[in-house]
């Protein structure tokens, strides 16, 4: 008898897990579309500078933002997830996302991996390479800072 009182409330948990699952689209999540990064206010100038930027016919969101190796991309994914969805359910949503540390070197590799042709070059060269390549390529992907379609602009976190 108390195996059955024990499988009442698991097949509880399990529906609201699956019912919430399928309520926010989860699986969305699992993709590369761009316009799922782009489900929360705080991204729309980052998503209408790459969609109006050089880098849109090349690549999306997840080809520079995420490894490419399986497990890393996922891990990703699911902290970056965990992060957004704890930050929009206590209210502590930030006016602009930025990167953190291990994003900024995850982009380079990113950047180095799709441009690794024009880069070996510099790989070879005497100079240091202590910079990464948007801090001086900062247009690229996402147009010049702090122009945006919208009615606000974030220009004093770009100075």
């Known amino acids: ?43 729309d100038a980052v998503y209408e500078s790459w969609y109006h930027g050089a880098h849109k016919q090349w690549a999306n969101c997840s080809d520079c933002h995420t490894p490419h190796a399986l497990i890393p991309k996922y891990w990703v994914k699911a902290v970056s997830g965990y992060h957004h969805v704890t930050a929009f359910m206590m209210g502590d949503i930030p006016p602009a996302i930025r990167a953190k540390e291990s994003s900024r070197k995850v982009v380079q590799e990113n950047c180095i991996r799709c441009h690794e042709s024009t880069v070996s070059v510099m790989f070879e060269s005497p100079q240091a390479l202590d910079r990464y390549c948007f801090d001086c390529h900062r247009d690229v992907a996402h147009g010049e800072r702090g122009i945006s379609l919208l009615p606000y602009r974030h220009t004093e976190a770009y100075k």
Do not use: R
């Open 1 to 43: 008898m108390s195996k059955w009182l024990l499988l009442v409330p698991v097949l509880s948990i399990l529906a609201v897990i699956g019912v919430g699952l399928y309520v926010t689209d989860f699986t969305a999540y699992l993709g590369n579309n761009p316009t799922t990064c782009n489900n929360c206010h705080v991204m």
